[in-house]
């Protein structure tokens, strides 16, 4: 199993420009999570989703889409990037069976600076 | 949600036992006590979670005070791979909300 698989690994964008970051797990988890860390900071929740076709918002939505069109994969959109949103991207997956406090896995991240 | 307070850093040496404090004085009957920890440049990794009795697993224990308004992780042995910030988090009844404090920084000297 890969895991929690997230692409790209770096990324610069300018100011205004869109990207999508991608995730995708392979460990047919239903839970799926999207979180961004700024420097010597803990991490944030963006989004999270309990399964194919559903998504909520988590503590800092704003300037960020999502969609869970399948259960491997959790894309993340940013729109008219801006500054404020250079940061270190985690996806992270969880499975729903049984106790309902299984453990988050985590992708390497997405290094993202907007100039 | 109730909240977590860690020391900012801590140090150890390797080969000896590490003990991790978290104060949550605020927990509620419902909140499980996670620890994840963070190695440079890597995502979180699970640790160890529990509600209200010790827990032990083949990374860490997890010790829980009668009234759990505190806990500790305990590393038997640290390695150097041990260093890595450490993450102490309540959820409420359920992981899908973690919110994760700033940790506290260990680090282990050879």
């Known amino acids: 199993n890969a895991g929690v698989t997230q692409t790209p690994k770096f990324r610069i964008l300018k100011i205004g420009q869109s990207m999508t970051l991608q995730c995708a797990q392979d460990m047919n988890h239903n839970y799926m999570y999207w979180y961004r860390q700024d420097p010597g900071m803990g991490l944030k929740l963006i989004y999270y989703?309990?399964?194919?076709?559903?998504?909520d918002k988590g503590e800092v939505p704003n300037g960020y889409n999502v969609s869970r069109s399948t259960t491997e994969d959790f894309p993340l959109r940013l729109e008219l990037a801006a500054p404020s949103q250079t940061s270190v991207y985690f996806c992270?997956?969880?499975?729903?069976?049984?106790?309902?406090?299984?453990?988050?896995?985590f992708g390497d991240g997405t290094r993202l600076s907007i100039l | 949600d109730a909240k977590t307070t860690q020391p900012n850093s801590m140090e150890s040496n390797e080969e000896e036992p590490v003990h991790l404090p978290c104060n949550h004085s605020t927990i509620s009957g419902t909140d499980y006590i996670h620890w994840y920890r963070q190695l440079p440049s890597q995502g979180p990794e699970y640790v160890i979670h529990g509600l209200t009795s010790n827990v032990n697993n083949r990374m860490a224990s997890l010790a829980i005070a009668e009234d759990r308004k505190s806990s500790t992780l305990i590393l038997h042995r640290a390695t150097l791979r041990d260093a890595a910030v450490y993450y102490c988090i309540l959820s409420g009844g359920s992981n899908y909300k973690l919110t994760f404090g700033k940790g506290t920084l260990l680090t282990v000297n050879p």
């Open positions: 992270a997956s969880s499975s729903s069976v049984g106790d309902r406090n299984q453990p988050q896995h």
């Open positions: 989703s309990v399964g194919a076709g559903i998504t």
